[in-house]
């Protein structure tokens, strides 16, 4: 029995080693000692279980097509906690993603959560960039109705539709809250704007093309 001991020591150095803090719901938490001013992290406050109805669980806004006449072509609808309560805590969210013939979901990022992409209706031509310590390698694919393609959670990642015709397909997110980042509108549309200098250099161009990027009215499909 004296290899007991050591497996009990050896259990409990595992788990602290394995130990860290829960991920983000949210992008940022700043702390407060004043508890009236503050606010949920990780989650919203619950419903009395004893009150809580099927209406709750159950979500509608799916029915329709999303409006694509807009610049970019798409509609995204989301199911996150924001629009659906029933998923608080419950770590899944979902959305609709409806394309014009050419519509484009832009490059974005979701930094809370995985992408799992099915696609019902059309043809798209989807894709993520691994992190530069993989040497930013595009992975593409070709989706028909009925393929699905996952996209790892925090890859900039995008969606065009080639076809002629709409395209229709359902995202599912391993987040409540997944979060959103669409490149084009977060580094030229920031509020205030990034310095002109900043990305004229990051991206190499002379600053009248940076001037003209920030003066355009970058769109947000979802």
């Known amino acids: 029995m004296k290899f007991f001991p050591t ?7 595992s788990s602290c080693a394995f130990a860290s803090d829960p991920s983000p719901l949210q992008d940022f938490c700043v702390a407060v000692n004043d508890p009236n001013s503050a606010v949920v992290v990780n989650g ?6 004893k009150l809580t109805m099927a209406d709750d669980f159950f ?10 006449s807009n610049q970019l072509g798409s509609k995204v609808t989301t199911a996150f906690v924001d629009q659906f309560p029933g998923l608080n805590t419950l770590g899944i969210a ?15 990022i979701h930094p809370r959560g995985t992408e799992m992409l099915a696609v019902m209706e059309g043809t798209l031509h989807v894709g993520f960039v691994t992190s530069n310590q993989l040497n930013n390698t595009l992975f593409t694919k070709v989706l028909t109705k009925g393929d699905v393609f996952v996209f790892p959670q ?3 990642h995008f ?8 395209a229709l397909a359902f995202a599912f997110l391993s987040s409540q809250n997944p979060g959103l980042i669409t490149i084009a509108n977060s580094v030229f549309a920031s509020k205030p ?15 009248k093309l940076i001037n003209y990027l920030q ?5 947000d499909n979802h």
Not at 7 to 13: D, E, G, S
Not at 59 to 68: A, D, I, V, W
Not at 159 to 166: A, C, H, P, V
């Open 7 to 13: 497996f009990v020591l050896l259990a409990l150095a």
């Open 44 to 49: 919203k406050f619950c419903k009395d279980p």
């Open 59 to 68: 979500f509608t806004k799916f029915r329709y097509p999303g409006n694509t």
């Open 94 to 108: 979902m959305a609709r993603l409806d394309f014009a013939p050419y519509g484009l979901n832009p490059p974005h």
């Open 154 to 156: 925090g890859l900039i």
């Open 159 to 166: 969606q065009l539709n080639i076809g002629q015709t709409n």
């Open 193 to 207: 704007p990034i310095n002109v200098d900043v990305l004229a250099k990051a991206f190499q161009v002379d600053n």
């Open 215 to 219: 003066e355009q009215n970058w769109f």
